[in-house]
T-cell receptor, first 113, second 108 residues
Framework: GAGVSQSPRYKVAKRGQDVALRCDPISGHVSLFWYQQALGQGPEFLTYFQNEAQLDKSGLPSDRFFAERPEGSVSTLKIQRTQQEDSAVYLC???????????FGPGTRLTVL | RKEVEQDPGPFNVPEGATVAFNCTYSNSASQSFFWYRQDCRKEPKLLMSVYSSGNEDGRFTAQLNRASQYISLLIRDSKLSDSATYLCVGSAGNKLTFGGGTRVLVKP
């Protein structure tokens, strides 16, 4: 069956540009998570949705980061005025219920020049 | 100090050998623990959950020690395909907290 998909797979942005990263979770999965993974590090939690409600955004590193899931399915992570330190792989994961048994998408590799 | 800490490795393992490694966690509120496997430039995939009683899945054995706040993973009869980064993960509230990963290289 279809897993979690993310687009684009690769994104190169100039410093100061805005970017939007998309996540399509597994159909029927209530919970959706965004993570940031820097090179050589483990994924770091950014934010969590249950259906369309953003229940936890404690991991978003600054107010330049914004996530939404307006209809409880597809989610978009937006980064405004990108900085070089934003370069990382952004992973999306979904699950049927809570944080256990998450299925990850392939990630979007963002490079900010 | 990170909430979940792992030896980054790499652990160089001869094919067929046994390898074991731990991670430690500092958040006593963590309720569930997992090992994820991540191949180079791929997404993490759940390897197994970890229970206090210990659990085994084929060649893989995981153990949780709540008193000492550490989790272990043991791989028996290592295969070349076991080469990957193994991520130790704790679950508390609504989120997973990942360690930095332990890299394992199985060599012929």
């Amino acid at each position: 069956g279809a897993g979690v998909s993310q687009s684009p797979r690769y994104k190169v942005a100039k410093r100061g540009q805005d970017v939007a990263l998309r996540c399509d979770p597994i159909s029927g999965h209530v919970s959706l998570f965004w993570y940031q993974q820097a090179l050589g590090q483990g994924p770091e939690f950014l934010t969590y949705f249950q259906n369309e409600a953003q229940l936890d955004k404690s991991g978003l590193p600054s107010d330049r980061f914004f996530a939404e899931r307006p209809e409880g399915s597809v989610s978009t992570l937006k980064i405004q005025r990108t900085q070089q330190e934003d370069s990382a792989v952004y992973l999306c994961a979904s699950s049927l219920g809570g944080p256990d048994t998450q299925y990850f998408g392939p990630g979007t590799r963002l490079t900010v020049l | 100090r990170k909430e979940v800490e792992q030896d980054p490795g790499p652990f160089n393992v001869p094919e067929g050998a046994t390898v074991a490694f731990n991670c430690t966690y500092s958040n006593s509120a963590s309720q569930s623990f997992f090992w994820y496997r991540q191949d180079c430039r791929k997404e993490p995939k759940l390897l197994m959950s970890v229970y206090s009683s210990g659990n085994e899945d084929g060649r893989f054995t995981a153990q949780l020690n709540r008193a000492s706040q550490y989790i272990s993973l043991l791989i028996r009869d290592s295969k070349l395909s076991d080469s990957a980064t193994y991520l130790c993960v704790g679950s508390a509230g609504n989120k997973l907290t990942f360690g930095g990963g332990t890299r394992v290289l199985v060599k012929p």
